[in-house]
């Protein structure tokens, strides 16, 4: 079906923009946690203002576009060659890890936002805001993994097939 409308040049351009959305994403989230590590840890204030503005802009500019373009480029590569979308159990579960991972960012990045603005009104002391610095921190950590996840799915491909096993039972059935 779909498979069909993608010619051998325009798959590869579809594997790279996803490589290099994802990686990018992969990216930005690493350096977020970093900052994440520096505004809960650091001891200058005003170094801690700066990391948690900072992380507003990279969630906002980078972030978030990048996990809608990995997730768009994700569909368009599944769909546009022989894996398929729901043909194999490792990109459903990239896909659903994919969304899931999109879908907590959404409703995290404005945590990112009111920190940020926090950071403006005021010169961060250690443990000022500490539960939400704490959430940041947690936050990046938990996206890093899911995006490794996702990444060591792609490479290892665990699981099989969708429905093979079905299959294989009703060839056995019927060979008897």
Known sequence: MFTRLLPPRWRKLAF??????????????????????????SQDGQLASAAYRAMEVIGWAVIVPSAFAS????????????????????????????????????MHVPTVSRMARIAVAATLATGDFRLMRVQLLVH??????????ATALSVYKPWGRIGSARARTSREISAT
Not at 28 to 37: D, E, G, Q, R, T
Not at 140 to 149: D, H, K, Q, R, S
């Open 71 to 106: 997730l768009l480029t994700g569909l368009v590569q599944s769909l546009g060659t022989e894996w398929g979308l729901l043909r194999h159990y490792w990109i459903v579960a990239k896909l659903a890890l994919t969304v899931a991972a999109t879908g907590v960012l959404l």
């Open 16 to 41: 790279t923009s996803h490589v290099t959305t994802s990686v990018g994403w992969l990216g930005a989230v690493a350096a977020y946690l970093a900052l994440a590590v520096v505004g809960l840890s």
């Open 140 to 149: 990046a950590v938990g996206g890093l993994l899911v995006l490794l996840t």
